[in-house]
């Protein structure tokens, strides 16, 4: 499986890819600190025919370029991106309009409140397994 951890905070992304780690051993992950390295990534990955991340962990708040963005930038890779790309929001965010907004979103999986614990975790793995 392959994810992408999309977060400016490292002990965040690397406290996350521990506990993946606990349930995928094999799991491979690219991580990047913001929006816009992100969608190079994903640019690039199109461009070289590299496998696409299966899950994407998007935090919202970032420099550069923030979640809300990456999705408006990712949308327009839409058609190159494939539709089992799930993109699943953790966000520190509690504010119902966070929420409703990402869930408005068709390519959104999910909105997963920070800090997320090893059972949501494994059950989003698991929709991909």
Do not use: H, Q
């Not at 995928?24 to 992100?38: P, Q, T, V, W």
């Not at 994903?42 to 991340?53: D, R």
């Not at 998007?58 to 979640?67: A, E, F, K, T």
């Not at 504010?95 to 990402?102: C, F, I, L, N, T």
Request: hydrophobic share 45%.
């Amino acid at each position: 499986m392959n994810i992408l951890l999309i977060d400016d905070d490292p002990l965040f992304s690397m406290l996350n890819k521990r506990m993946i780690r606990t349930i995928d051993k094999e799991a491979e992950f690219y991580i990047c600190e913001n929006g816009a390295d992100a969608i190079d990534y994903l640019k690039n990955c199109i461009a070289e025919n590299i496998k696409l991340p299966d899950i994407i962990f998007l935090d919202l708040n970032m420099p550069v370029i923030d979640g809300w963005e990456f999705l408006k930038e990712y949308d327009s890779l839409r058609a190159f991106v494939d539709n089992r790309v799930m993109i699943y929001i953790l966000s520190s965010s509690i504010s119902p309009y966070d929420v409703s907004r990402a869930k408005e979103m068709v390519y959104v999986k999910d909105y997963l409140p920070k800090p997320v614990n090893k059972a949501t975790l494994e059950l989003v793995l698991s929709t991909v397994c």
